[in-house]
């Protein structure tokens, strides 16, 4: 048996914050149709054997998505740009309100307890900003303060959990809500290739929403302790959702060796994470990483030295929904949270990974 080294007693001496930020609850929501791997490939009339094998390995049993019109002939259209700009509003502000309501419901708040929103999206682009959108959509205050984290991709979630953190922290007792609304249906192109092909494999529709709160020690959650970010810029490229001139229209690319990239810089910033804290890996109870793929989940695990059981709710939520990119471990968080098996005292790390190539960590306490 390992001895850790003793941790300080309240890590939030050691992590410079004034003010405890915790967790007050969680909401999730996703669009209103699933398809299993197998009923894609269908419909999309796929007929290539090696993209077949992409979807039908993914460990992805199903997914939430708004698919594209069917042809008269059938197969399904792929839509231009417009159509899909169109598509994210209406799906991202439609799941971003009903994950907000259930957040709040769980949070045990209002509407009108809500002081400051920040939402994020990678999906499309929208001016005015969803939190506008979802403000007027809900008829929450107009004096709610509000910022958008836009274009970051899957990691973007913890980028604006450190925002909002620190808007908790300056304004104690006030309730800062994270939503992150991806509508990655208006973020497919079908045109047969193999770049496109990974990408349609795994990505799905889905919404979370995660309440802090400062200074009020009767929040249950956990308090929010410390963050570090990590940019691989040698990997700039490697994950990227750009113009495509042949389709006419935005479009992701994921570099086949990326998992493994992400996997191999994983310690570098658990180790940061962890600087100072006097805590060690083997002290984290519960680990909260980005649903992102099999592989890459897979390469997370192996650099870490995780268990399967450190990761079941992540590879339970790619299994049931697939990457919903900047949400994804806050659909986790809710099954750790609905699952009950956290205690006072327990440390945990959130983990996600993105474009840039980023990975970006945050230190938990229950």
Same mark, same amino acid.
């Given at each position: 048996?390992?001895?850790?080294?003793?941790?300080?007693?309240?890590?939030?001496?050691?992590?410079?914050?004034?003010?405890?930020?915790?967790?007050?609850?969680?909401?999730?929501?996703?669009?209103?149709?699933?398809?299993?791997?197998?009923?894609?490939?269908?419909?999309?009339?796929?007929?290539?054997?090696?993209?077949?094998?992409?979807?039908?390995? $993914?460990?992805?049993?199903?997914?939430?998505?708004?698919?594209?019109?069917?042809?008269?002939?059938?197969?399904?259209?792929?839509?231009?740009? !417009?159509?899909?700009?169109?598509?994210?509003?209406?799906?991202?502000?439609?799941?971003?309100?009903?994950?907000?309501?259930?957040?709040?419901?769980?949070?045990?708040?209002?509407?009108?307890?809500?002081?400051?929103?920040?939402?994020?999206?990678?999906?499309?682009?929208?001016?005015?900003?969803?939190?506008?959108?979802?403000?007027?959509?809900?008829?929450?205050?107009?004096?709610?303060?509000?910022?958008?984290?836009? !274009?970051?991709?899957?990691?973007?979630?913890?980028?604006?959990?450190?925002?909002?953190?620190?808007?908790?922290?300056?304004?104690?007792?006030?309730?800062?809500?994270?939503?992150?609304?991806?509508?990655?249906?208006?973020?497919?192109?079908?045109?047969?290739?193999?770049?496109?092909?990974?990408?349609?494999?795994?990505?799905?529709? !889905?919404?979370?929403?995660?309440?802090?709160?400062?200074?009020?020690?009767?929040?249950?959650?956990?308090?929010?302790?410390?963050?570090?970010?990590?940019?691989?810029?040698?990997?700039?490229?490697?994950?990227?959702?750009?113009?495509?001139?042949?389709?006419?229209?935005?479009?992701?690319?994921?570099?086949?060796?990326?998992?493994?990239?992400?996997?191999?810089?994983?310690?570098?910033?658990?180790?940061?994470?962890?600087?100072?804290?006097?805590?060690?890996? $083997?002290?984290?109870?519960?680990?909260?990483?980005?649903?992102?793929?099999?592989?890459?989940?897979?390469?997370?695990?192996?650099?870490?030295?995780?268990?399967?059981?450190?990761?079941?709710?992540?590879?339970?939520?790619?299994?049931?929904? !697939?990457?919903? $990119?900047?949400?994804?471990?806050?659909?986790?968080?809710?099954?750790?949270?609905?699952?009950?098996?956290?205690?006072?005292?327990?440390?945990?790390?959130?983990?996600?990974?993105?474009?840039?190539?980023?990975?970006?960590?945050?230190?938990?306490?229950?």
């Amino acid at each position: 048996m390992t001895i850790a080294a003793e941790p300080a007693e309240d890590l939030s001496v050691l992590t410079g914050l004034t003010e405890i930020t915790r967790v007050a609850g969680v909401g999730t929501a996703v669009s209103a149709t699933s398809y299993s791997q197998t009923e894609l490939l269908e419909i999309l009339d796929v007929e290539d054997p090696r993209i077949r094998s992409v979807f039908l390995n $993914s460990a992805i049993d199903r997914r939430f998505l708004t698919l594209p019109p069917e042809r008269p002939g059938g197969g399904r259209v792929s839509e231009p740009q !417009g159509d899909l700009l169109d598509k994210h509003k209406e799906i991202a502000v439609d799941m971003g309100c009903r994950a907000l309501e259930a957040c709040l419901k769980s949070a045990g708040a209002t509407l009108s307890d809500l002081r400051h929103l920040c939402c994020v999206t990678s999906t499309g682009f929208l001016t005015p900003g969803l939190s506008a959108l979802v403000i007027r959509e809900l008829g929450i205050d107009p004096h709610c303060s509000r910022a958008d984290i836009v !274009g970051m991709g899957c990691n973007a979630g913890l980028n604006a959990l450190n925002v909002v953190a620190g808007w908790s922290a300056a304004h104690p007792g006030e309730l800062g809500i994270v939503l992150c609304s991806e509508a990655c249906s208006a973020a497919y192109a079908l045109d047969g290739t193999m770049r496109t092909a990974v990408v349609n494999s795994l990505f799905g529709d !889905g919404s979370a929403a995660l309440a802090v709160v400062s200074g009020d020690g009767r929040v249950p959650g956990p308090r929010i302790l410390k963050f570090a970010s990590y940019i691989i810029t040698d990997a700039v490229e490697a994950m990227r959702y750009d113009w495509d001139r042949d389709q006419d229209r935005f479009s992701f690319f994921l570099d086949p060796q990326i998992p493994y990239v992400v996997g191999a810089h994983a310690e570098i910033v658990v180790d940061r994470l962890l600087s100072g804290t006097g805590l060690r890996r $083997s002290d984290i109870g519960h680990w909260l990483v980005h649903s992102g793929g099999k592989k890459v989940i897979d390469s997370v695990v192996v650099n870490l030295g995780l268990s399967r059981h450190d990761v079941r709710h992540t590879t339970g939520v790619l299994r049931d929904y !697939g990457n919903l $990119s900047s949400g994804s471990f806050l659909f986790s968080y809710e099954r750790l949270a609905e699952e009950g098996v956290t205690r006072p005292g327990d440390y945990g790390v959130l983990m996600t990974m993105g474009p840039g190539s980023t990975i970006e960590m945050a230190l938990i306490q229950w």
